[in-house]
């Protein structure tokens, strides 16, 4: 078996990889890069050839793993694409929803490849997906090789994929977190007889306080918020709608639970809503903390988001939830800012990734009184708010996925879904603590040979 990365660049970009095996070909993701647009945001899908896939497998509905499946399936018109049932059905929002950012975007940018792919097409290619549970092994039809999938502990319904075949085993760990989240809980990976490890790399240029816990910076974040409502302001936390919205929003709940936080309004919007419908849809029938709560309805402090609602009004003491996460330009949380940035008495909490370079990301790093660009065709807004980061990763520390890695040593790592620097981290960890394993950086399209 041999592995091609179909990722453009060195970085977490549009995840894809190709596994040949004689005649046969599996696809592991079909992502879209959050940083590029038009064509260049897609894998380079070259290697492989048009109908000639045998299954293709998604790990979880994040864009940068499914975003250009519905590119990746018209090529390949009858492949059946594997996946667990949150995976798909949330997936299929994203999808609908990447539809509307690209016809707006080829409006106002003139892309004219966009949109990539139509409602329309996204309700046709639902015929080919199939929906897996963990830890339940299934064959992947026309070839020797049994997949099966297991809890990632990153979003609702994330995996890791086991294949083997004739006895030589691969797992790609996808985007994991070894650790609980509120809802999430802890990553449930096989350790033994593993050949081949592909995994992450996303936090490998990330050094972690030694003091820190989870529960210190969840007080942290609430001493924040309580401060921010004795002055009389409001509290921004942009947030991306899969995920990190409802892992915000129980947190929210139970540090007023405990008496941490006064009782305030909470909003969210727009994409987030349908996102946490699907959260509270599985919420008994998915692995994870709090099993049966519902979000919308148990959350006394959230206010019921209405279909109709197009702008969320300011008003003082309350938190908004918006998304996205890096305030990307014409999204809720960029817009609502311009109700916040001015203002001393508001604070605007991080609590996720953030690109440098995103309108989030020269917020997270600028000070007090910078002019900030929200948008490029509107005049800047000076930086007067409090800004506070916090730690609520959703992918493991370096130090837990080299844990893992030291417990499976495999054969071979392949190192993906990282800038250089994480990747070189764990490159030199690996060579001391795993000195008989080959560590591979896999470079775009070229074949490395597997078994
Ligand atoms: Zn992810
Ligand atoms: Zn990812």
């Known amino acids: 078996m041999t592995f091609r990365n179909l990722t453009r660049r060195r970085e977490i970009g549009a995840n894809s990889y190709l596994l040949e095996t004689g005649s046969h070909r599996i696809v592991m993701d079909s992502g879209m890069d ?9 894998p380079d899908f070259g290697p492989l050839p048009i109908n000639s896939a045998d299954a293709i497998i998604v ?19 009858n492949t059946n694409v594997y996946m667990t049932e949150p995976t798909g059905e949330v997936g299929s929002a994203m999808l609908h929803n990447s539809v509307n950012v690209m016809m707006k975007q080829r409006e106002e ?3 004219n490849e966009y949109p990539m792919f139509t409602h329309r097409e996204l309700d046709d290619i639902r015929a080919h997906w199939i929906y897996r549970d963990f830890e339940k092994p299934f064959d992947i039809p026309g070839t020797d090789v049994k997949c099966s999938f297991h809890d990632a502990g990153h979003i609702i319904g994330s995996a890791g994929v086991l294949l083997r075949e004739n006895g030589h085993s691969l797992f790609y760990t996808g985007d994991v977190n070894f650790e609980s989240q509120t809802i999430a809980q802890a990553a449930s990976f096989p350790e033994e007889n593993i050949d081949v490890l592909v995994m992450e790399t996303t936090r490998g240029d990330h050094v972690r306080r030694p003091d820190y816990t989870r529960r210190s910076e969840k007080e942290r974040m609430a001493a924040v918020i309580r401060e921010t409502w004795e002055a009389g302001g409001s509290v921004l936390i942009p947030v991306f709608a899969l995920g990190k919205t409802q892992e915000a929003l129980l947190m929210l709940h139970e540090l007023y639970e405990q008496d941490l936080l006064p009782e305030m309004p909470i909003f969210i919007g727009g994409l987030s809503t349908k996102i946490t419908v699907l959260y509270d849809h599985y919420a008994s029938r998915t692995r994870r903390h709090y099993p049966g709560f519902r979000l919308l309805e148990d959350i006394k402090m959230l206010v019921a988001p209405t279909k109709r609602r197009r702008e969320i009004n300011y008003q003082t003491r309350a938190i908004y939830a918006l998304s996205s996460g890096m305030m990307t330009e014409k999204t809720t949380s960029n817009q609502f800012a311009w109700k916040i940035l001015e203002n001393p008495k508001n604070t605007i909490c991080f609590v996720g990734y953030c690109d440098p370079d995103s309108p989030g990301g020269k917020i997270r790093w600028g000070k007090p009184g910078d002019l900030i660009k929200l948008d490029p065709k509107l005049p800047a807004l000076p930086l007067n708010c409090r800004v506070e980061s916090f730690d609520f990763s959703a992918h493991s520390t370096r130090e837990s996925i080299c844990d893992y890695a030291e417990k499976v040593r495999p054969k071979k790592v392949l190192l993906v879904h990282g800038d250089e620097p994480a ?29």
Request: a negative charge; glycine letters at 6%; one cysteine or more.
């Open 109 to 111: 940018h003139g892309i």
């Open 34 to 42: 959050p940083k590029h647009t038009g064509f260049g945001a897609l």
């Open 423 to 451: 990747q070189l981290w764990f490159e030199n960890r690996f060579r001391e603590t795993l000195p008989e394993c080959e560590v591979i950086r896999p470079e775009m399209h070229v074949p490395i040979e597997l078994w």
């Open 59 to 77: 790990t979880h509905a994040h864009h940068d793993h499914i975003g250009s499946l519905p590119v990746l399936q018209n090529r390949q018109r």
